[in-house]
C-alpha cells in the first residue's frame, strides 16, 4: 500500500469523528440509566467536561515508566482497532487501513489494550489494579473463546478472513445480513459483545464496591484522560466491528451512528437491570452458554 | 425468677437485689464468684444471650463498677449483675470465652478506663484511640472539656451564661427580699 | 511519651527495611518506605499564563467535580439523597469517585475524630491539584455540638485548607447544593487555589497535623 | 514446582501457631494483606477492614473502628438531663429515633414518670416510621453492593418520601429531637394522615418492583444464596440480634417479646426463616418493609385524635433524678437497641452506655464470617449484617 495523504488525513478525520460520538453515546446512555432510576441524568456534553478538565489538572505522579506506558498501550489497542477496521463501505475513503486478513489483526488488537494495561497498572502497586487486572485478564481471555468461534464460523461461511469481503458479502438488502444467514454465531458473537464491553454483569474489572475501581485506581489527570479518551474510541470500534461482522456494516455515517448506538444500547440495556456476577461465575458463564453457540455455528458451518 | 436469684444467693453471695421492673432485676456479685455466677446463669439458667458489659467510675468511693447484662430470651428476662472492683490498678477476670463479644466489650473498657482483663484476646490492642497518651479518657478524673480547649485550636466563642445562673439573674435580681421591695 | 513516639517513625514491622527471599530464590532488600512513598514536599502550581486559556481551564473544572466517595462524618448519610432523583446533583456535573487519585472535592461530612483526621489528611494529599475542600456541618467550623469532645477537632481549617463551609447539623442536599454553586462561582473567578495555599504554607499546617496525631508513622507529604 | 502440584484446599494453610494465631508470612508470597476502607464504597460508613488474602479468599479478617469516635457517653456526663437528648440522637445517623426513645425512656423511668396515651402513640408511629426509612435504604443497598444501582436509587426516593413526612411532623429531616423526657413535642398536623397513605402506596408499589428487581434476579440470586451462611448456633455466641437472628430461625423481636408504648395494641407477626445467608437476611428487611407499612397503617387507624402528649416534668434546669439504673431497648431495624443509665442523685446522668447491634454483628461476627469468604462479597456480606459504625464507637 503507498502512502496516501489523503488517506491518512480522512483517517484522523474519522478518529475525531468516532472520538467525539462515543464521547455522545456515553453522555446517551448515562442519560438514559439515569431516566430509568427516576433522574434527569448528567447534562449532554459532560463528558466533554471530564475530559478538558483531567487533562487541565496541574500535578500528576508518576510510578515509573511502565506506569506511564500503560496507558499509552491501552490506546494504542483503542486507535490500532480503529486504523484497521473499515468504517463506511462503498467509499474508498473511509475504509481506513483495512486488509485482506485483517481480522486476525483486530482480534490481537482487543486484547493488546488489555495487557498493556495489566503492565501499567501492576507498576502502580496498588493491590486493588492487581486483583482487577487479573480479574480481567482471565475474563478477556474466556470471552474471546466464543468470540473466536464466532468470527471462525463467519470466515468459513464468507470464505475469507477480510472484513471487507464479509461486510460486502452481506449488502443488498437486510435479508443478507449476518445476522439471518447465520444466526448461531450472531448470539455468540452477542454474548461475548456483552462481555467486551464491560458493562454489568461483567464489569467486575471495575467493580467500585469491591475493588475501587480496579486497574485505573493510581491513574489520575492526563493519564486517565487518555484512558477515557480510550474508552470513547473502543467503544465505538468495538460496536463498529460487531456492526461489520454481524449487521450488514454501514453505506453512510447515519447508519453507522444508528447501529453502533443500538449494539452499544444492548449491553447498557442489560446492564442496567443486572447485578454483576462474581469472577468464576463469570468465567463459568462464557464457558457454558455462548461457548455451546460458538461450537454449534462452527459445526453448522463446516 | 425470685426463686432462682433466692437459690442463687444463698450458693454465690449475690447481695442488693432491685428489682427495677417487671423483666429487669439488678443484683450485685463479688469479684471472685462473677465468672461462675455468669456461666452459671449462662449454661444452667438459660442465660443465653449476653446484652452489655459496661463500666461505671465511682471515684468518690475509689471503686469501678462492672455491669453484665445477661438476658433470658425464654422468659424474656434481663439480669445485671454489679461487680465492685478497686480503681487502683483496676482488673477482672476475663469472661471472653463465654461468648464472642465480651472480648470487644473488654477491649474498649481497657481503652477507655484501664481496667485490665489478663487473658483476653487482643485486650493491649488499640480499639478506638489512636496514639492517646492520656488518662484514659472515660475516667471522671479526665477533664475533656480542658482536653478539647488545650489540644485543638477552639474558636472564639461569643459569651455563653450557665442556663440556671442566668435565669436566676433575669427573673430574681440581687436578693430575693430586694426584689420584693422594689415590686413595692 | 508522644516524642518518642513521634521519634521512632513507621514502627510498623511492615514498614521496615528487610531482607526477602522471592519466589524465584533470590534475595532482595526491601524497603518500604523507600519504594512505596516519597518525601517530595507539595509544589505550587502557578495558573497557566494566557488568562483566555485558564479561564477555559477552570469553567472546565468547575463544571466536573468529582467527589471523593469518603464519608468522614454523619453529614455522609445526606450523600445519597443528593445523588438520587429528588436532588440529583449530576445535573450540575458532579459524581462520585471512589479514589483520591481521580477526585477534585473533598468533602468533610461532619465532625472528624483524629484517627479520621490522619486518614483525611493522606486522602487529602493524594488528590491531584487543583483540589477543593467543602467542610459541612458546624463540627467543622468551631466543633459544633461536639466543642468540648477529647476526640474531635474543633476547627478544620488549620489542618487543610477549606474553601466553602456548609453550616448546620445536619445541613440539607439544597444547601451542600448551594455550596457546589458557591464553589463554582469561585472557581470560575480563579480563586480555587487552596490547594497552592497549602503547599506554601506546608509548616505550619504540618506542625497543627502532627500537635494532635501523636502516632505520626507516615511520611510528611503522601503522594 | 510442577503445575499439578498446586495446593488447591485453602484450608490447609495457613496453619495456626501455639499461640492460637494464624502464622501469615507476608514475606512468603502466599499472602496479600488487603485494606478496605476507612475510603472505600463498599464499606458502610466508615470503618476499615484489615483482610489477608489467599489468591481470593480471605483468610483472617479484622475489624478497625474508632474512626467516628466522639466520646458520647463522656459528653453527655458533662450536660443535664434535657441537654444530653440531642446529644445522644447523633449516636446513629441511620436511625436517630430509637436513641431518642431509650435516651427519653430511661430518664423517664429513673424519675418515676408516665407518659400519657397519644405520646405513647405518637412515638411508635415515630419509630416505625425511622424503621421503614432505615429499611429503604439498606434493603435495595444489598443489591448496590452487587452493582445493582438501580434498587439504590429508588429506595433513596422512597426514603425521601418518609423524611418529607418527619418533616412535617417535627421540623427536622434527619434529626428530629421529638420525644423529649416526658412525652413529644406536639400531634399530628392537620391532613398528616392522608399524606402518609399516598406515600405508604407508592411504598408498597416498590415493595413489588425490588421483589421484580433483586430477589427474582438470576444473578443476584447466584450471588446471594448460599453465600455467608450463618450456623444457628453462632447466634447466642456472638450476640447476634434482630433481622438477623431471626434469618436464623430465633424468633427475636423486640416488639413482640417486651412489647413497649403500645406494641400490644398492634396485630404483626415477625418473619422468620431458617437459613441464614445473604438472600434471606436481605429477604427479611424486604418483609420487614411491608410489616413496618402496615404498623404505620395500623398506628393511624387506631391512634386516638387528641390527648395530652406530654407528662409533669420538673424544671429541667433542676431535673434531678435519684440514684439508680436501668436498661430500656427498642427494635430499630438492625435488632436491639439498647440504652443503659446510671444516675447519682445529681443533674446530669452519671453514665450511659449504648448497646447496638452492630457492635456486636461488625466487629466479632463479623470477623469470623469473613475467613473464608470471597472478597467479591466482602461488602455484600457488611451491609446483609447492616453494619453501622457510629455505634460501635460512639
Given at each position: 500500500?503507498?502512502?496516501?495523504?489523503?488517506?491518512?488525513?480522512?483517517?484522523?478525520?474519522?478518529?475525531?469523528?468516532?472520538?467525539?460520538?462515543?464521547?455522545?453515546?456515553?453522555?446517551?446512555?448515562?442519560?438514559?440509566?439515569?431516566?430509568?432510576?427516576?433522574r434527569?441524568?448528567?447534562?449532554?456534553?459532560?463528558?466533554?467536561?471530564?475530559?478538558v478538565?483531567?487533562?487541565?489538572?496541574?500535578?500528576?505522579?508518576?510510578?515509573?515508566?511502565?506506569?506511564?506506558?500503560?496507558?499509552?498501550?491501552?490506546?494504542?489497542?483503542?486507535?490500532?482497532?480503529?486504523?484497521?477496521?473499515?468504517?463506511?463501505?462503498?467509499?474508498?475513503?473511509?475504509?481506513?487501513?483495512?486488509?485482506?486478513?485483517?481480522?486476525?489483526?483486530?482480534?490481537?488488537?482487543?486484547?493488546?489494550?488489555?495487557?498493556?494495561?495489566?503492565?501499567?497498572?501492576?507498576?502502580?502497586?496498588?493491590?486493588?489494579?492487581?486483583?482487577?487486572?487479573?480479574?480481567?485478564?482471565?475474563?478477556?481471555?474466556?470471552?474471546?473463546?466464543?468470540?473466536?468461534?464466532?468470527?471462525?464460523?463467519?470466515?468459513?461461511?464468507?470464505?475469507?478472513?477480510?472484513?471487507?469481503?464479509?461486510?460486502?458479502?452481506?449488502?443488498?438488502?437486510?435479508?443478507?445480513?449476518?445476522?439471518?444467514?447465520?444466526?448461531?454465531?450472531?448470539?455468540?458473537?452477542?454474548?461475548?459483545?456483552?462481555?467486551?464491553?464491560?458493562?454489568?454483569?461483567?464489569?467486575?474489572?471495575?467493580?467500585?464496591?469491591?475493588i475501587?475501581?480496579?486497574?485505573?485506581?493510581?491513574?489520575?489527570?492526563?493519564?486517565?484522560?487518555?484512558?477515557q479518551?480510550?474508552?470513547?474510541?473502543?467503544?465505538?470500534?468495538?460496536?463498529a466491528?460487531?456492526?461489520?461482522?454481524?449487521?450488514?456494516?454501514?453505506?453512510?455515517?447515519?447508519?453507522?451512528?444508528?447501529?453502533?448506538?443500538f449494539?452499544?444500547f444492548?449491553?447498557?440495556?442489560?446492564?442496567?437491570?443486572?447485578?454483576?456476577?462474581?469472577?468464576?461465575?463469570?468465567?463459568?458463564?462464557f464457558?457454558?452458554?455462548?461457548?455451546?453457540?460458538?461450537?454449534?455455528?462452527?459445526?453448522?458451518?463446516? | 425468677?425470685?426463686?432462682?436469684?433466692?437459690?442463687?444467693?444463698?450458693?454465690f453471695?449475690?447481695e442488693?437485689?432491685?428489682?427495677?421492673?417487671?423483666?429487669?432485676?439488678?443484683l450485685?456479685?463479688?469479684?471472685?464468684?462473677?465468672?461462675?455466677?455468669?456461666?452459671?446463669?449462662?449454661?444452667?439458667?438459660?442465660?443465653?444471650h449476653?446484652?452489655?458489659l459496661?463500666?461505671?467510675d465511682?471515684?468518690?468511693?475509689?471503686?469501678?463498677?462492672?455491669?453484665?447484662?445477661?438476658?433470658?430470651?425464654?422468659?424474656?428476662?434481663?439480669?445485671?449483675?454489679?461487680?465492685?472492683?478497686?480503681?487502683?490498678?483496676?482488673?477482672?477476670?476475663?469472661?471472653?470465652?463465654?461468648?464472642?463479644?465480651?472480648?470487644?466489650?473488654?477491649?474498649?473498657?481497657?481503652?477507655?478506663?484501664?481496667?485490665?482483663?489478663?487473658?483476653?484476646?487482643?485486650?493491649d490492642?488499640?480499639?478506638?484511640?489512636?496514639?492517646?497518651?492520656?488518662?484514659?479518657?472515660?475516667?471522671?478524673?479526665?477533664?475533656?472539656?480542658?482536653?478539647?480547649?488545650?489540644?485543638?485550636?477552639?474558636?472564639?466563642?461569643p459569651?455563653?451564661?450557665?442556663?440556671?445562673?442566668?435565669m436566676?439573674?433575669q427573673?430574681?435580681?440581687?436578693?430575693?427580699?430586694?426584689?420584693r421591695?422594689?415590686?413595692? | 511519651?508522644?516524642e518518642?513516639?513521634?521519634?521512632?517513625?513507621?514502627?510498623?514491622?511492615?514498614?521496615?527495611?528487610?531482607?526477602?527471599?522471592?519466589?524465584?530464590?533470590?534475595?532482595?532488600?526491601?524497603?518500604?518506605?523507600?519504594?512505596?512513598?516519597?518525601?517530595?514536599?507539595?509544589?505550587?502550581?502557578?495558573?497557566?499564563?494566557?488568562?483566555?486559556?485558564?479561564?477555559?481551564?477552570?469553567?472546565?473544572?468547575?463544571?466536573?467535580?468529582?467527589?471523593?466517595?469518603?464519608?468522614?462524618g454523619?453529614?455522609?448519610?445526606?450523600?445519597?439523597?443528593?445523588?438520587?432523583?429528588?436532588?440529583?446533583?449530576?445535573?450540575?456535573?458532579?459524581?462520585?469517585?471512589?479514589?483520591?487519585?481521580?477526585?477534585?472535592?473533598?468533602?468533610?461530612?461532619?465532625?472528624?475524630?483524629?484517627?479520621?483526621?490522619?486518614?483525611?489528611?493522606?486522602?487529602?494529599?493524594?488528590?491531584?491539584?487543583?483540589?477543593?475542600?467543602?467542610?459541612?456541618?458546624?463540627?467543622?467550623?468551631?466543633?459544633?455540638?461536639?466543642?468540648?469532645?477529647?476526640?474531635?477537632?474543633?476547627?478544620?481549617?488549620?489542618?487543610?485548607?477549606?474553601?466553602?463551609?456548609?453550616?448546620?447539623?445536619?445541613p440539607?442536599?439544597?444547601?451542600?447544593?448551594?455550596a457546589?454553586?458557591?464553589?463554582?462561582?469561585?472557581?470560575?473567578?480563579?480563586k480555587?487555589?487552596?490547594?497552592?495555599?497549602?503547599?506554601?504554607?506546608?509548616?505550619?499546617?504540618?506542625?497543627?497535623?502532627?500537635?494532635?496525631?501523636?502516632d505520626?508513622?507516615?511520611?510528611?507529604?503522601?503522594? | 514446582?510442577?503445575?499439578?502440584?498446586?495446593?488447591?484446599?485453602?484450608?490447609?494453610?495457613?496453619?495456626?501457631?501455639?499461640?492460637?494465631?494464624?502464622?501469615?508470612d507476608?514475606?512468603?508470597h502466599?499472602?496479600?494483606?488487603l485494606?478496605?476502607?476507612?475510603?472505600?464504597?463498599?464499606?458502610?460508613?466508615?470503618?476499615?477492614?484489615?483482610?489477608?488474602?489467599?489468591?481470593?479468599?480471605?483468610?483472617?479478617?479484622?475489624?478497625?473502628?474508632?474512626?467516628?469516635?466522639?466520646?458520647?457517653?463522656?459528653?453527655?456526663?458533662?450536660?443535664?438531663?434535657?441537654?444530653?437528648?440531642?446529644?445522644?440522637?447523633?449516636?446513629?445517623?441511620?436511625?436517630?429515633?430509637?436513641?431518642?426513645?431509650?435516651?427519653?425512656?430511661?430518664?423517664?423511668?429513673?424519675?418515676?414518670?408516665?407518659?400519657?396515651?397519644?405520646?405513647?402513640?405518637?412515638?411508635?408511629?415515630?419509630?416505625?416510621?425511622?424503621?421503614?426509612?432505615?429499611?429503604?435504604?439498606?434493603?435495595?443497598?444489598?443489591?448496590?453492593t452487587?452493582?445493582?444501582?438501580?434498587?439504590?436509587?429508588?429506595?433513596?426516593?422512597?426514603?425521601?418520601?418518609?423524611?418529607?413526612?418527619?418533616?412535617?411532623?417535627?421540623?427536622?429531616?434527619?434529626?428530629?429531637?421529638?420525644?423529649?423526657?416526658?412525652?413529644?413535642?406536639?400531634l399530628?398536623?392537620?391532613?398528616?394522615?392522608?399524606?402518609?397513605?399516598?406515600?405508604?402506596?407508592?411504598?408498597?408499589?416498590?415493595?413489588?418492583?425490588?421483589?421484580?428487581?433483586?430477589?427474582?434476579n438470576?444473578?443476584?440470586?447466584?450471588?446471594?444464596?448460599?453465600?455467608?451462611?450463618?450456623?444457628?448456633?453462632?447466634?447466642?455466641?456472638?450476640?447476634?440480634?434482630?433481622?438477623?437472628?431471626?434469618?436464623?430461625?430465633?424468633?427475636?423481636?423486640?416488639?413482640?417479646?417486651?412489647p413497649?408504648?403500645?406494641?400490644?395494641?398492634?396485630?404483626?407477626?415477625?418473619?422468620?426463616?431458617?437459613?441464614?445467608?445473604?438472600?434471606?437476611?436481605?429477604?427479611?428487611?424486604?418483609?420487614?418493609?411491608?410489616?413496618?407499612?402496615?404498623?404505620?397503617?395500623?398506628?393511624?387507624?387506631?391512634?386516638?385524635?387528641?390527648?395530652?402528649?406530654?407528662?409533669?416534668?420538673?424544671?429541667?434546669?433542676?431535673?434531678?433524678?435519684?440514684?439508680?439504673?436501668?436498661?430500656?431497648?427498642?427494635?430499630?431495624?438492625?435488632?436491639?437497641?439498647?440504652?443503659?443509665?446510671?444516675?447519682?442523685?445529681?443533674?446530669?446522668?452519671?453514665?450511659?452506655?449504648?448497646?447496638?447491634?452492630?457492635?456486636?454483628?461488625?466487629?466479632?461476627?463479623?470477623?469470623?464470617?469473613?475467613?473464608?469468604a470471597?472478597?467479591?462479597?466482602?461488602?455484600?456480606?457488611?451491609?446483609?449484617?447492616?453494619?453501622?459504625?457510629?455505634?460501635?464507637?460512639?
Amino acid at each position: 500500500m503507498d502512502f496516501d495523504i489523503k488517506r491518512l488525513g480522512f483517517t484522523l478525520l474519522g478518529l475525531l469523528i468516532v472520538l467525539n460520538w462515543g464521547l455522545l453515546m456515553s453522555s446517551i446512555m448515562r442519560k438514559l440509566g439515569a431516566r430509568v432510576a427516576k433522574r434527569y441524568g448528567i447534562r449532554w456534553f459532560q463528558p466533554w467536561l471530564d475530559l478538558v478538565k483531567n487533562y487541565a489538572l496541574r500535578s500528576q505522579i508518576s510510578h515509573g515508566i511502565m506506569f506511564y506506558l500503560g496507558p499509552v498501550f491501552r490506546i494504542g489497542g483503542g486507535v490500532g482497532l480503529f486504523l484497521f477496521m473499515p468504517m463506511i463501505i462503498g467509499s474508498e475513503l473511509w475504509l481506513n487501513y483495512s486488509f485482506h486478513g485483517d481480522l486476525v489483526l483486530l482480534m490481537y488488537f482487543q486484547f493488546f489494550g488489555m495487557l498493556g494495561m495489566a503492565l501499567g497498572s501492576g507498576e502502580g502497586g496498588h493491590p486493588y489494579s492487581a486483583i482487577g487486572i487479573s480479574r480481567g485478564l482471565s475474563q478477556f481471555t474466556t470471552i474471546e473463546v466464543p468470540m473466536t468461534l464466532a468470527i471462525i464460523s463467519l470466515a468459513i461461511q464468507y470464505d475469507t478472513l477480510s472484513l471487507i469481503d464479509i461486510v460486502k458479502a452481506q449488502q443488498g438488502g437486510f435479508q443478507n445480513w449476518t445476522m439471518w444467514t447465520n444466526p448461531v454465531a450472531t448470539i455468540a458473537g452477542m454474548f461475548s459483545l456483552l462481555g467486551a464491553l464491560s458493562h454489568s454483569p461483567f464489569n467486575l474489572v471495575k467493580a467500585p464496591n469491591e475493588i475501587p475501581i480496579g486497574p485505573p485506581t493510581e491513574y489520575h489527570s492526563t493519564f486517565l484522560g487518555v484512558l477515557q479518551t480510550n474508552a470513547a474510541i473502543l467503544h465505538v470500534v468495538e460496536a463498529a466491528l460487531f456492526m461489520n461482522l454481524f449487521f450488514g456494516g454501514a453505506t453512510n455515517w447515519f447508519e453507522f451512528i444508528l447501529k453502533t448506538f443500538f449494539i452499544y444500547f444492548w449491553s447498557v440495556f442489560v446492564g442496567v437491570v443486572f447485578p454483576r456476577f462474581r469472577i468464576e461465575q463469570s468465567v463459568a458463564w462464557f464457558l457454558k452458554i455462548p461457548l455451546v453457540f460458538g461450537v454449534l455455528a462452527i459445526i453448522l458451518y463446516m | 425468677m425470685k426463686q432462682v436469684l433466692e437459690k442463687l444467693s444463698a450458693s454465690f453471695e449475690i447481695e442488693d437485689i432491685v428489682y427495677q421492673r417487671d423483666d429487669l432485676t439488678f443484683l450485685s456479685a463479688k469479684k471472685e464468684n462473677l465468672i461462675n455466677l455468669i456461666t452459671h446463669l449462662r449454661d444452667i439458667e438459660g442465660f443465653s444471650h449476653f446484652v452489655l458489659l459496661s463500666c461505671v467510675d465511682w471515684i468518690e468511693d475509689d471503686k469501678f463498677q462492672l455491669t453484665y447484662f445477661l438476658n433470658k430470651p425464654e422468659e424474656k428476662y434481663d439480669l445485671g449483675i454489679r461487680c465492685m472492683i478497686d480503681r487502683k490498678e483496676a482488673s477482672m477476670d476475663s469472661a471472653h470465652h463465654l461468648w464472642k463479644q465480651i472480648a470487644t466489650y473488654q477491649r474498649e473498657i481497657k481503652e477507655m478506663f484501664g481496667v485490665d482483663f489478663p487473658g483476653s484476646p487482643g485486650v493491649d490492642e488499640p480499639f478506638i484511640l489512636e496514639g492517646w497518651d492520656n488518662i484514659p479518657p472515660m475516667r471522671r478524673d479526665f477533664d475533656t472539656k480542658q482536653y478539647s480547649a488545650d489540644t485543638f485550636f477552639p474558636r472564639e466563642r461569643p459569651k455563653t451564661n450557665d442556663p440556671k445562673e442566668y435565669m436566676k439573674e433575669q427573673m430574681h435580681p440581687g436578693e430575693w427580699g430586694e426584689y420584693r421591695k422594689e415590686k413595692k | 511519651m508522644s516524642e518518642t513516639k513521634n521519634n521512632n517513625k513507621f514502627e510498623n514491622p511492615h514498614y521496615a527495611k528487610r531482607e526477602v527471599t522471592g519466589p524465584d530464590g533470590k534475595q532482595f532488600i526491601v524497603d518500604p518506605i523507600k519504594d512505596y512513598f516519597s518525601d517530595e514536599r507539595p509544589k505550587v502550581y502557578e495558573p497557566n499564563s494566557i488568562p483566555v486559556v485558564e479561564k477555559f481551564l477552570n469553567w472546565a473544572r468547575a463544571e466536573s467535580l468529582w467527589v471523593l466517595g469518603f464519608g468522614t462524618g454523619c453529614g455522609s448519610i445526606e450523600i445519597p439523597p443528593l445523588m438520587t432523583p429528588r436532588f440529583d446533583a449530576f445535573r450540575f456535573g458532579i459524581q462520585s469517585r471512589p479514589t483520591p487519585r481521580q477526585s477534585n472535592v473533598f468533602i468533610i461530612s461532619g465532625y472528624l475524630a483524629v484517627k479520621t483526621l490522619k486518614r483525611v489528611i493522606r486522602s487529602y494529599e493524594q488528590m491531584p491539584s487543583p483540589k477543593y475542600v467543602l467542610a459541612l456541618g458546624s463540627c467543622t467550623i468551631n466543633g459544633g455540638m461536639y466543642f468540648d469532645s477529647y476526640n474531635t477537632i474543633n476547627r478544620l481549617d488549620h489542618y487543610i485548607p477549606v474553601d466553602v463551609y456548609v453550616a448546620g447539623c445536619m445541613p440539607r442536599p439544597e444547601a451542600l447544593l448551594a455550596a457546589f454553586n458557591r464553589l463554582k462561582e469561585l472557581i470560575k473567578e480563579g480563586k480555587g487555589e487552596k490547594a497552592n495555599e497549602y503547599a506554601a504554607n506546608f509548616d505550619w499546617y504540618k506542625e497543627n497535623q502532627k500537635k494532635i496525631i501523636k502516632d505520626w508513622n507516615m511520611p510528611d507529604y503522601n503522594w | 514446582m510442577s503445575l499439578l502440584n498446586i495446593e488447591t484446599d485453602r484450608s490447609k494453610y495457613p496453619v495456626k501457631g501455639e499461640d492460637g494465631k494464624l502464622q501469615i508470612d507476608l514475606d512468603s508470597h502466599k499472602y496479600v494483606k488487603l485494606w478496605q476502607g476507612p475510603n472505600h464504597p463498599g464499606v458502610t460508613g466508615n470503618m476499615a477492614l484489615e483482610l489477608t488474602l489467599a489468591g481470593d479468599e480471605i483468610v483472617e479478617s479484622k475489624t478497625h473502628v474508632g474512626y467516628l469516635h466522639r466520646g458520647f457517653e463522656k459528653l453527655i456526663e458533662r450536660r443535664l438531663f434535657v441537654q444530653g437528648l440531642p446529644t445522644s440522637i447523633r449516636m446513629c445517623v441511620a436511625e436517630p429515633d430509637s436513641n431518642e426513645y431509650v435516651y427519653s425512656t430511661c430518664v423517664e423511668q429513673l424519675s418515676g414518670i408516665d407518659i400519657p396515651e397519644m405520646a405513647k402513640w405518637i412515638r411508635a408511629l415515630l419509630l416505625e416510621m425511622a424503621r421503614l426509612q432505615a429499611l429503604l435504604r439498606v434493603v435495595p443497598g444489598q443489591g448496590g453492593t452487587f452493582a445493582l444501582g438501580l434498587g439504590v436509587q429508588w429506595g433513596v426516593y422512597m426514603r425521601e418520601l418518609i423524611l418529607d413526612r418527619f418533616e412535617e411532623l417535627t421540623g427536622g429531616r434527619v434529626y428530629h429531637m421529638f420525644m423529649t423526657p416526658g412525652g413529644v413535642r406536639g400531634l399530628l398536623p392537620g391532613g398528616f394522615k392522608k399524606r402518609m397513605e399516598e406515600n405508604l402506596k407508592e411504598i408498597d408499589q416498590f415493595v413489588i418492583n425490588i421483589d421484580n428487581l433483586m430477589y427474582s434476579n438470576s444473578v443476584f440470586k447466584k450471588r446471594a444464596i448460599d453465600v455467608a451462611v450463618l450456623d444457628p448456633s453462632w447466634i447466642d455466641k456472638y450476640g447476634a440480634v434482630g433481622p438477623v437472628a431471626r434469618s436464623a430461625g430465633y424468633n427475636r423481636d423486640v416488639r413482640k417479646d417486651y412489647p413497649y408504648l403500645i406494641y400490644d395494641q398492634l396485630d404483626f407477626e415477625p418473619k422468620v426463616m431458617n437459613h441464614s445467608d445473604i438472600y434471606n437476611r436481605s429477604r427479611i428487611r424486604w418483609y420487614d418493609i411491608q410489616t413496618s407499612v402496615d404498623l404505620i397503617r395500623q398506628i393511624m387507624a387506631k391512634m386516638p385524635e387528641k390527648g395530652d402528649i406530654k407528662a409533669e416534668t420538673p424544671n429541667v434546669l433542676h431535673w434531678r433524678i435519684p440514684k439508680g439504673e436501668t436498661y430500656v431497648r427498642s427494635e430499630a431495624s438492625r435488632g436491639e437497641y439498647g440504652l443503659y443509665m446510671v444516675t447519682d442523685g445529681s443533674d446530669k446522668p452519671r453514665r450511659i452506655n449504648l448497646r447496638g447491634p452492630s457492635y456486636t454483628q461488625a466487629v466479632a461476627l463479623l470477623q469470623d464470617l469473613l475467613v473464608g469468604a470471597n472478597i467479591a462479597d466482602v461488602a455484600a456480606i457488611m451491609v446483609s449484617l447492616q453494619t453501622c459504625p457510629p455505634e460501635i464507637e460512639r
